[in-house]
């Protein structure tokens, strides 16, 4: 079983800057790839982004290529979002989800992909 925890979400006003850390414990060897997802109230889990920790290769979703990076940290079983240039589009519970599978690139992007998932933390960008 791996735990995760998500931390760092909160209020930003649109144009700024949120860092999101995703932290995983037991059965971290386990762990071949870390994503994050986001969901508003009355709509369906939405992809943001992946990456694989064998190799390192990264996928992103359209609406946040550019303004996001998502970066992992093997050491300490830590994976981050850095989201800069944040909208108000951006606003909802982000999720940080494991998958100790191996997938195509292309399947990172289905939930169905992912074992493990954390409680999300909430992200508000607002005037």
């Known amino acids: 079983q791996v735990q995760v925890v998500e931390s760092g979400g909160g209020s930003v006003e649109p144009g700024g800057s949120v860092r999101l850390s995703c932290s995983t414990s037991?059965?971290?060897?386990?762990?071949?790839?870390v994503s994050w997802f986001r969901q508003v109230l009355g709509k369906e889990r939405e992809f943001v982004a992946a990456?694989?920790?064998?190799?390192?290769?990264?996928v992103y979703a359209d609406s946040v290529k550019g303004r996001f990076t998502i970066v992992r940290d093997n050491a300490k079983n830590t994976a981050f979002l850095q989201m800069n240039t944040l909208k108000p589009e951006d606003t909802a519970v982000y999720y940080c989800?494991?998958?100790?599978?191996?997938?195509?690139?292309?399947?990172?992007?289905?939930?169905?992909?992912?074992?493990?998932w954390g409680r999300g933390t909430q992200v508000t960008v607002s005037p």
């Open positions: 037991g059965g971290t060897f386990s762990i071949q790839a």
């Open positions: 990456v694989r920790y064998s190799g390192g290769n990264l």
């Open positions: 989800a494991v998958a100790s599978r191996r997938w195509a690139l292309s399947g990172l992007r289905l939930p169905s992909a992912y074992d493990y």
